[in-house]
Each structure stands twice: as C-alpha cells, then as structure tokens.
C-alpha cells in the first residue's frame, strides 16, 4: 500500500510560479513513475508530467512544456513539480499518482495509475 500526500498549492498572479511536492509514503521501489494530473471544474481529470522512478525520464503535456519541470528526490521519496510563467487556464486542482506497472505505454491517462494523493488547489489569477 501506498500513500501520497500534496502540498504546495494556493493563489498565485498569472505569471508567477508555485512549486508543488507529492510525498510518497509505502514502497515505491518497483513502481514505473509519478504522475501529475490536473482537474479543472466541470472537466476531466488531464495529464501534466510524469517522472520515473529509476532513471528519471520525464514526460509532458503540450500545453505545459516549457513553463514547468518534474523532478524527484529518491532519498526523500518526494517528486516535485515547479511551475511557472502559470496562466488563469491553470487553474486547477493538482493530484499526483503513482503507476506501479512498468511500463511507458499510455502514460497520460488516468486510469494506468494505481495510487492517488488527495489533491491541491492551484488557482490562478488574471
């Protein structure tokens, strides 16, 4: 069993930056990856970032590149997503989750990921 805990979410002006952290709590050694995912309301839960576990190979979405950047900390089991330059349409809530099956294959949806943190506020001012 895993857990996940957010932190780092609040108000920010559009143009600013946040940095977002997603503890993980349980073995994680044999997991693929941590993913980001946002959720905006009245709308489907979308991919942002995903990072993997050993090698760091990292993945992001079109409408991300470029203004945030996934990293981890393996010694402290916490991967982190920074975010700048951020827009009013970024305006969300920020969940992480963990994929334990090892693979790259539909990275981007939901569904692939087996453990999921409560979620953080990210909103966005114009």
């Known amino acids: 069993q895993v857990q996940l805990v957010e932190s780092g979410g609040g108000l920010v002006q559009a143009g600013g930056s946040l940095k977002l952290s997603c503890e993980a709590y349980?073995?994680?050694?044999?997991?693929?990856?941590v993913g980001w995912f946002r959720q905006a309301p009245g709308k489907e839960r979308d991919f942002v970032a995903l990072?993997?576990?050993?090698?760091?190979?990292?993945y992001y979405a079109d409408s991300v590149k470029g203004r945030f950047t996934i990293s981890r900390d393996a010694a402290k089991n916490t991967v982190y997503l920074q975010m700048n330059s951020l827009k009013p349409g970024d305006t969300a809530v920020y969940s992480c989750g963990i994929r334990v099956y090892y693979s790259a294959n539909y990275y981007h949806a939901p569904a692939e990921y087996d453990y999921w943190g409560q979620g953080t506020q990210v909103t966005v001012s114009s």
């Open positions: 349980g073995d994680t050694s044999s997991s693929f990856g």
């Open positions: 990072i993997t576990w050993s090698g760091g190979i990292t």
